[in-house]
């Protein structure tokens, strides 16, 4: 028997609340399709204008952070996508990532001797892709948002042609990422068998009213959910696919994986969890708590033994990943907050990390070895003062936004009595400072320390690190240590920061 | 006998472990894409099944977003696989391995 179908109702659209993802979405189309007309426009267009349509979508999340603020949340088309402060504050989180990546790309891609927008574009349409998924009120819209999220960044972390770890580094991406949309879209599907929709509403609302009657379906359905959003925030044991392309992938690419493809999977996570199956907290907390101890664990240990600088950066933030998941654990409106303010702060610090990077790896984008490293300090002092103050805060030393940021999350798993996950995480940030100290020797030794003369005359040529890489490191630097020192700002924008979920008007 | 629900979902549980041990266990990669394919239209008989049992037309619906979703993914696999191949003469996953820790 099938369903009659009626006539069509087309939804009610509120364009203005769809802004940010309009402006990430037409700045794409309008970047390929002006340098396609006009291939004499000088290189620079391309990252100025990147920097500038990302702008222009903070801009919209910041006008519509007011106007949640007057009239509450709102759902922008029909009750497929909602805008209230979280998806607002993950949107602008997103925003000013790409802003900050653009033009460590520019000075990237004239290294490398790259040319044209499409660089620019897949990324314009990832960014687009996580905002889509910040604000989904429904599961297909989410799967949605996470394909247009992970498809445009397949495609980035291949983008080096010329190096064959690239090219590796894509293929296994694609791979595993597919392999884990495929668990998300069989969630999805048991979701809906259990609750007989598959808006995040009409979830939360059925789940109030009745008892389940297949628990199993929805229990596996749940399963399903947290092993396909694991892939995606790389939690272990869905981390396989993180260390490699990681190494493998551009390296201002991997700034833009680390830190917006990150914060949107958390905001995936922390909308269908947290929010919509609120009320059913008892059944995934005891898996996410597994997860972010395994996840803490495995990420600290294993980054210390790492012998390539963006590999043990790439374990690192593993580790941070299940920082945030102690967060996401405690399934409280201060959890929330504290999984917010960490995801902000460390998407700053780990742009600015792997800009310094992406300046010294060198032509051919290779020289990432922790021996690479050596005598960058006598190299370029100040860059070498900068990756040091960014390590620190990755650490949680007191004055950065890392401490803060850390120091929150701790605060909100102890509220949420989750007291022996609160020491497995501090474990795992005292195993992880090792890691910090161990790249920041490498930083401040001389470069013949032992060596050939041969290595300390190639060590000592001159690094050419790109005007607007530096500004960015120094930008990222500023934010990392104003945050530590005045964290209240930050703070109560993610105090902010509430999940909504709102019926159709 | 009339088959019911439960032997769709049956079926369609059978196809996506297939598809996923596929997966883990062959090598290239075009067989690789050709299980995720497997896994992705399990979960539309699942879907259709489910809609159908619900009364529902949103699990039809949904089956739509998966079908364009796919193919936008074997594209996007496809070229990696032809920019690979352009590097080495075969692409197996066995024979990509530079990465290693």
Redesign the interface.
């Known amino acids: 028997?099938?369903?009659q179908?009626g006539p069509v109702a087309a939804p009610a659209v509120d364009w203005a609340g769809l802004g940010p993802v309009l402006a990430l979405a037409l700045g794409a189309v309008v970047a390929i399709m002006v340098r396609t007309l006009a291939r004499r426009l000088p290189d620079w267009v391309d990252w100025a204008w990147t920097a500038l349509v990302a702008a222009a979508a903070a801009g919209a999340a910041v006008s519509l952070w007011g106007r949640v603020g007057a009239e509450g949340p709102f759902n922008a088309v029909g009750d497929q996508f909602g805008v209230d402060r979280f998806s607002l504050l993950v949107t602008a989180v997103i925003a000013v990532s790409v802003m900050l990546v653009a033009p460590v790309l520019h000075g990237f891609c004239q290294r490398e001797g790259w040319s044209g927008p499409e660089i620019y574009v897949l990324m314009l349409l990832s960014a687009a892709g996580g905002v889509v998924m910040a604000g989904a009120n429904d599961l297909?819209v989410l799967?949605?948002g996470l394909?247009i999220l992970s498809?445009p960044a397949?495609?980035l972390a291949?983008r080096n042609?010329a190096r064959?770890?690239s090219?590796?580094?894509?293929?296994?991406y694609?791979?595993l990422g597919?392999?884990s949309?495929?668990f998300l879209?069989?969630g999805?599907?048991?979701v809906?068998?259990s609750t007989?929709?598959?808006n995040l509403v009409g979830i939360r609302d059925y789940l109030s009213r009745w008892v389940v009657l297949s628990d199993a379906m929805l229990l596996a359905g749940l399963a399903l959910l947290l092993v396909g959003l694991g892939f995606k925030v790389a939690a272990v044991p869905f981390h396989a696919w993180v260390?490699?392309v990681y190494?493998?992938a551009p390296t201002p690419v991997v700034a833009f994986m680390a830190s917006a493809v990150k914060t949107a999977g958390f905001a995936a996570v922390i909308r269908v969890f947290v929010v919509a199956f609120d009320l059913r907290s008892g059944d995934w907390q005891p898996a996410v708590y597994a997860l972010a101890v395994v996840t803490l664990l495995t990420g600290a240990v294993?980054a210390v033994?790492?012998?390539?600088v963006k590999?043990m950066l790439a374990y690192s933030s593993i580790a941070h990943a299940g920082f945030v998941l102690v967060g996401v654990q405690a399934a409280s409106g201060r959890g929330t907050a504290a999984a917010v303010f960490y995801l902000a702060a460390y998407s700053v610090l780990v742009i600015g990390s792997f800009s310094v990077l992406a300046a010294v790896s060198g032509p051919g984008d290779s020289r990432t070895g922790l021996d690479d490293l050596r005598g960058l300090n006598s190299r370029r002092p100040a860059l070498a003062l900068g990756f040091t103050v960014l390590l620190l805060a990755q650490a949680g030393v007191p004055l950065t936004s890392g401490f803060v940021a850390k120091f929150e999350i701790i605060a909100a798993a102890v509220d949420a009595r989750s007291f022996w996950l609160a020491v497995v995480a501090m474990v795992s940030a005292v195993v992880a400072a090792f890691l910090y100290l161990r790249i920041m020797v490498a930083v401040y030794s001389s470069p013949d320390g032992g060596d050939g003369a041969g290595d300390a005359e190639e060590s000592a040529e001159p690094l050419a690190v790109p005007v607007l890489t530096g500004l960015v490191v120094a930008a990222t630097v500023a934010v990392t240590v104003g945050v530590g020192v005045l964290p209240s700002v930050l703070h109560d924008l993610a105090r902010d920061a509430i999940p909504a979920l709102v019926a159709a008007g | 006998m009339e088959p019911t629900t439960g032997w769709y979902l049956a079926l369609a549980a059978a196809l996506f472990v297939i598809g996923a041990v596929g997966l883990l266990v062959r090598r290239n990669p075009l067989v690789m894409f050709m299980c995720v394919e497997l896994m992705l239209n399990a979960v539309n008989v699942t879907f259709v099944a489910l809609g159908a049992d619900l009364n529902d037309v949103g699990g039809q619906a949904a089956v739509f977003f998966v079908l364009v979703v796919a193919a936008v993914e074997v594209v996007v696999g496809l070229a990696l696989v032809v920019a690979v191949n352009r590097r080495r003469a075969s692409a197996t996953a066995d024979d990509l391995s530079a990465l290693r820790g």
């Open positions: 028997m099938m369903a179908i297909v799967f949605l394909e498809i397949y495609v291949a042609l064959i770890q090219l590796e580094a894509g293929l296994k694609f791979v597919a392999f949309s495929a879209l069989y999805i599907a048991l809906y068998g007989g929709t598959t260390p490699d190494q493998g294993l033994v790492q012998r390539d590999r």
